[in-house]
């Protein structure tokens, strides 16, 4: 597993606890740990896509990418909540530039000069 992949992994396993306390907090704790194992893993899954060998892009190209991986990976979720949550739809969209943005700092393997 190359690096790029493996830090991948670890931001999306991050955010998702990030993501999975916002939604404890904003449910007043009664969410079912269904739903918070989806939300978590769901976001374990954007850095899968987001971490996978990509072609050298410009920066904003890749915070792009990450952030329509970001939707397209969300939006399984998002559909499956019956449109409800939207805040962890566009949270899933931000969580992939944030990746992405993280995966191609200062000049990391993959950003285009």
């Not at 954007?46 to 397209?72: D, F, N, T, Y």
């Not at 939207?86 to 530039?97: E, P, R």
Request: glycine content about 14%; aromatic content about 10%; some cysteine.
């Amino acid at each position: 597993m190359s690096k790029r992949m493996k830090e991948a992994l670890v931001g999306g396993a991050l955010l998702g606890i990030v993501c999975v306390v916002g939604a404890t907090i904003r449910s007043g704790s009664t969410v079912s740990p269904g739903f918070v194992f989806s939300l978590w893993y769901n976001r374990v899954i954007i850095g899968l896509a987001v971490g996978a060998p990509w072609k050298e892009r410009s920066r904003s190209q890749l915070l792009l990418r990450g952030a329509l991986l970001g939707l397209l990976v969300s939006f399984g979720f998002y559909s499956a909540t019956g449109f409800q949550d939207h805040i962890s739809f566009v949270a899933g969209i931000l969580y992939g530039a944030i990746i992405e943005g993280w995966l191609s700092r200062s000049k990391r393997v993959g950003v285009k000069e």
